[in-house]
């Protein structure tokens, strides 16, 4: 079964950075699509990021582009969202998922607060 | 700025059909809009229902369907049970590897 176990999240604040992970086994990590999705407190879910499976190619929202990147070790099977110039509105739970097109799998989150 | 559009909150009784939409400010959705469709409950991480307008996930039951209805995606459930009270979401590939998630519909069962 494809398992997705994100981690890094934390309280930072505000104007600071953090660096999420995302630990996938049971697949062929490097054959997929990944995305970064954050959901936050009582809001609906928000499409991030996406990276191609040889790391080559990246996409991002409008609302964190500049400030967020996206990038994958396929040797350590893993997926990261490096978070730069944190701002209160990214408070959130922040999943990743395995390729939209393929039916996406999701991991359970890990919770980002940023606050002073 | 690319809005995608879903019904508000709506109610199905047990037994019966609903059908979500999932629309697009700038047009028509289609096929080339790959929609895809997840099932949430507070606290939990999303479940997909449907990829690419009609394929369902593994492990989904065949009371739900995707497919275009007019100019809109739509998931239609059909014999609805309490259990499929949640928050539904849909997604859209837009262009250049971005995707964009509608607002989600709350499906209340009564």
């Known amino acids: 079964e494809v398992q997705l176990v994100e981690s890094g999240g934390g309280l930072v604040q505000p104007g600071g950075s953090l660096r999420l992970s995302c630990v996938a086994s049971?697949?062929?990590?490097?054959?997929?699509?990944m995305h970064w999705v954050r959901q936050a407190p009582g809001q609906g879910l928000v499409w991030l990021s996406s990276i191609n499976g040889d790391g080559s190619r990246a996409a991002y929202a409008d609302s964190v582009k500049g400030r967020f990147t996206i990038s994958r070790d396929n040797a350590k099977n893993t997926l990261y969202l490096q978070m730069n110039s944190l701002r209160g509105e990214d408070t959130a739970i922040y999943f990743c998922?395995?390729?939209?097109?393929?039916?996406?799998?999701w991991g359970q989150g890990t919770l980002v607060t940023v606050s002073s | 700025q690319t809005v995608v559009t879903q019904e508000p909150p709506f109610s199905v009784s047990p037994g019966g059909t609903v059908t979500l939409t999932c629309g697009l400010n700038?047009?028509?959705?289609?096929?080339?809009?790959?929609p895809s469709w997840f099932q949430q409950t507070p606290g939990q991480a999303p479940r997909t229902l449907i990829y690419k307008t009609n394929i369902r996930s593994s492990g989904v039951p065949d009371r739900f369907s995707g497919s275009i209805l007019g100019n809109k995606a739509a998931l239609t459930i059909t014999g609805a049970q309490a259990d499929d009270e949640s928050d539904y979401y849909c997604?859209?590939?837009?262009?250049?590897?971005?995707?964009?998630f509608g607002g989600g519909t709350k499906l209340t069962v009564l």
């Open positions: 700038s047009g028509s959705v289609s096929s080339d809009n790959y």
């Open positions: 049971e697949f062929t990590f490097s054959n997929y699509w």
């Open positions: 998922a395995r390729e939209i097109n393929r039916g996406a799998s």
């Open positions: 997604l859209l590939y837009i262009s250049a590897d971005i995707w964009v």
